[in-house]
């Protein structure tokens, strides 16, 4: 293995820690509302059996009877691009035949609740009892489903039971997908007092695309005469993006400095100063003083 110069290893370095930095760049999540609708307003949904699927201005809530083999439906459509979401609404049911169904959630056009992509919860009255259940199939049809029968979701845990719905009784379910992690997730509480019902997870190991609406269903059911009937409220859905935030640099703040005026020293003009007489002058003053003291001297005489 060729060795590095110092040079070079400071540069891997240097690049390295700038990939680092920007996969650790600071992230923030987007959230976005896909549809909202408490019902005080007609909705407006689109259903091919306005006798069975219809709007309750009395209640405020929307009427749904459900039975295999009449491929009923009752959709709204949002637009979705992959993101994770949660689901909420309310759910009330009346009326539950033996090996009927009550499905609603996410789904695309073909509305086929056996078929991907969808991801639903659902109220059914079958072998195994009166179950809640989540349901996810991808686009390759592969499909996740928990359900509140106990051996699908805590086995031979000591005190696991199966959770059974009941008629009657609203219900506030939620449902998650996260993308990131690539699961989803069901809880269900007692609207009125807020207890804990049940809950699950199922791993979907993919990401999830190609649903276009919200949707109750039957397409795919094919047992006639067993419906179920009630009444759904509340429909919240929430996407949530995560999106890349660039630290924004504070600009500095310019303080300004007053400082304080200089005092100018007063420089004091200068006394004019009597400049020494040169030695030359003197001695020659001197040798003239003597020269004239001579001659004086010598004419006496």
């Not at 295999?68 to 009752?74: A, I, L, P, V």
């Not at 997870?201 to 999830?208: A, E, Y």
């Not at 993006?241 to 504070?250: A, G, N, Y």
Request: with cysteine.
């Amino acid at each position: 293995m060729p060795k590095l110069g110092i040079t070079t290893l400071l540069l891997v370095m240097i690049f390295s820690a700038g990939i680092v930095f920007h996969a650790l760049g600071a992230q923030a999540t987007e959230k976005t509302t896909l549809y909202k609708s408490d019902f005080s307003q007609d909705p407006g949904w689109t259903t091919n059996s306005p006798t069975r699927y219809f709007w309750d201005p009395d209640l405020e809530m929307y009427h749904f009877k459900t039975e295999g083999g009449t491929n009923g439906f009752s959709f709204t459509p949002f637009k979705y691009n992959g993101q994770s979401f949660v689901l909420d609404y309310d759910v009330t049911i009346l009326t539950s035949n033996k090996n009927s169904a009550f499905r609603f959630g996410l789904i695309s056009s073909e509305m086929d609740f056996s078929r991907g992509t969808n991801v639903l919860s659902s109220l059914e009255n079958g072998k195994y009892g009166r179950l809640f259940s989540l349901r996810v199939i991808d686009q390759s049809n592969m499909l996740h489903e928990a359900t509140s029968y106990y051996s699908s979701y805590c086995g031979e845990v000591p005190g696991c039971t199966t959770v059974e719905f009941k008629e009657n009784v609203s219900y506030h379910i939620t449902v998650k997908y996260n993308k990131e992690l690539q699961n989803a997730d069901v809880k269900v509480t007692e609207k009125e007092s807020g207890n804990f019902v049940w809950g699950y997870f199922v791993t979907i190991g993919r990401d999830l695309y190609f649903m276009d609406r919200l949707a109750i269903t039957t397409r795919g059911d094919y047992a006639f005469g067993p419906y179920a009937e009630g009444y759904i409220d509340n429909v919240e859905l929430v996407a949530f993006t995560l999106v890349d935030v660039t630290p924004t640099t504070p600009q500095p703040t310019t303080q300004v400095t007053t400082t304080p005026p200089t005092a100018i020293p007063t420089t004091p003009t200068p006394t004019p100063t009597t400049q020494p007489s040169s030695i030359f002058v003197i001695l020659s003053a001197l040798c003239i003083l003597s020269l004239l003291t001579g001659w004086r001297l010598g004419k006496k005489k």
